[in-house]
């Protein structure tokens, strides 16, 4: 079965640092999304992508914030200036966009930031 | 605003019992989707059940089925003969169609323990 992939699966960093963090969507999907998840909180919605711009973004997905789909297979999500609170999981899904579909998660990346 | 309620942090249930997790949710919209997903220790999100919010017929798939009351706004989760390794967080999603394509809400999670 198809899946959603995601690199790396733990990435350190120190604070004020940018990182990149990587995802390859199902190769048929349309709609592409970032969420993370702090450690024992919910998972909340960052950024939702189509058509090679975002649709949708939250209060949460401010200037430091960047996305991107550079070659039409990856789907990068870039924090320009990590802060110690953006230590997360982040989730990519993507979605075919039809009006059954089911998002399809990737494993995740945990971000440490020191 | 657009919520999603699940008002027990934490449930446990004895192997081979039946445990429902509680759901509510607020929203305006008529046409909708509502999604239980699995979150074991990998950390990774797993769908479990979907319901279409104009189908009347509550979503079953196996051990796990739903109870969809449209009007209360309720989606409960019933998983039936627990086995250990459904021990894992439980999120209640639902997903609505907007101008700029689709949206996705997550409620905070129920975390289940299986009891051996």
């Known amino acids: 079965e198809p899946e959603v992939t995601q690199t790396p699966s733990h990435q350190v960093t120190q604070m004020g640092q940018e990182v990149i963090l990587r995802c390859v969507p199902i190769?048929?999907?349309?709609?592409f999304y970032w969420y993370r998840q702090i450690l024992g909180q919910k998972v909340e919605f960052l950024v939702s992508f189509y058509n090679n711009e975002i649709s949708e973004k939250s209060e949460i997905f401010d200037d430091q914030f960047s996305v991107e789909r550079p070659d039409g297979s990856n789907f990068t999500l870039k924090i320009r200036s990590t802060k110690l609170e953006d230590s997360a999981m982040y989730f990519c899904?993507?979605?075919?966009?039809?009006?059954?579909?089911?998002?399809?998660f990737g494993p995740g990346t945990r971000l440490t930031v020191l | 605003a657009q919520t999603v309620t699940q008002s027990q942090p934490e449930m446990s249930v004895q192997e081979a019992e039946t445990v429902t997790l509680s759901c509510t949710y607020d929203t305006s919209e008529s046409d909708y989707y509502l999604f239980w997903y699995k979150q074991p220790p990998s950390r990774q999100m797993i769908l479990v059940i979907r319901?279409?919010?104009?189908?009347?017929q509550n979503a079953t798939e196996n051990r796990f089925s739903v109870n969809f009351q449209k009007a209360a706004k309720s989606f409960s989760l019933k998983i039936s003969d627990s086995q250990l390794g459904d021990a894992a967080m439980y999120f209640c999603?639902?997903?609505?169609?907007?101008?700029?394509?689709?949206?996705?809400?997550f409620g905070p999670g129920t975390r289940l323990s299986v009891l051996p």
């Open positions: 999603a639902y997903r609505i169609f907007d101008n700029y394509g689709q949206n996705f809400v």
């Open positions: 899904a993507s979605i075919t966009g039809g009006p059954t579909d089911t998002q399809y």
């Open positions: 319901q279409e919010a104009y189908k009347q």
């Open positions: 190769s048929n999907h349309l709609y």
